[in-house]
């Protein structure tokens, strides 16, 4: 049953440095912006939230440039955003490939790359590019800035380092050398969640991340080593099901998470 929104209070900062002034001074408040998850939960009556701090005017965090070598990506920059940027297309050409599995266009139009990391899920589709990319997430308070290499960022089931008074808004990805690889596996080829989600980098210090096998996404170090010495597919296969621990839930079951990661990993390396 959808939850009414009398009860509830928006903030609606000008700049981001009010931004980082109300959620010192007002909090707690919880940033939003596209809403495309918030709205799911406030139509189904499970939003706990009632104040909120809207983002989403906010043209500072929307920014896609590169600097000293570095991807720099606003936290606001929209699936349709990474789409169409020359500079994601070139230098991390599987996180458009994420953003096109998002949903429809509406949702590309309104989700913001910022939002799919926040919201912590561990089949949210940028999350295994983010950490297979080794990208680092730019948190910001009033009190000054904090880097946390994506890999670090998640500490259980939708929990994060970020504190109250901080917001995402950023993301650095340094250069990467290796052929970039993206897959999602979901119910529909399109606008389903995740049953196995995997990124990877193919070449001299390979990197392969993946979401829906554990409660975060997961990087893969001894399936990472097992293919830089060069073993066969097979070998590398059975380290990932090692390394991964998938559960039985209403989309799929672990075994199946188990077969279908497996294959994943023996299309990457073919190049498939």
């Not at 913001?112 to 910001?140: E, F, R, W």
């Not at 897959?183 to 080829?189: E, F, L, N, Q, Y």
């Not at 830089?228 to 039985?248: C, F, N, T, Y």
């Amino acid at each position: 049953m959808a939850a009414s929104i009398s009860s509830r209070s928006l903030l609606d900062p000008k700049s981001l440095p009010d931004a980082l002034k109300m959620l010192r001074d007002e909090g707690p408040l919880t940033p939003l912006a596209g809403c495309t998850d918030l709205y799911v939960s406030l139509n189904f009556g499970t939003l706990k939230e009632s104040r909120f701090l809207n983002l989403w005017r906010l043209a500072a965090l929307r920014g896609i440039g590169v600097r000293r070598n570095t991807l720099t990506i606003g936290a606001l920059a929209t699936h349709t955003d990474l789409i169409r940027s020359p500079l994601v297309r070139k230098r991390l050409p599987m996180l458009a490939a994420a953003a096109r599995e998002i949903g429809g266009v509406q949702i590309q139009n309104r989700g913001t790359i910022g939002g799919n990391v926040a919201n912590a899920s561990p089949a949210g589709d940028t999350l295994p590019v983010m950490a297979a990319a080794d990208a680092i997430v730019v948190l910001q308070s009033a009190a000054g800035t904090r880097r946390i290499p994506f890999t670090a960022f998640y500490t259980g089931y939708r929990q994060t380092v970020r504190q109250a008074d901080e917001l995402i808004v950023a993301f650095e990805v340094p250069a990467i050398r290796g052929r970039q690889w993206f897959h999602k596996v979901g119910t529909r080829a399109a606008q389903a969640i995740s049953k196995v989600v995997m990124a990877g980098v193919v070449g001299k210090q390979p990197r392969l991340a993946i979401g829906s096998v554990a409660p975060t996404v997961i990087r893969l170090p001894k399936t990472e080593e097992s293919i830089a010495r060069g073993v066969d597919v097979a070998e590398s296969q059975r380290v990932l099901i090692s390394e991964i621990a998938p559960i039985d839930d209403i989309r799929s079951t672990a075994d199946y998470r188990r077969r279908v990661a497996a294959n994943l990993l023996a299309r990457m390396l073919s190049g498939d």
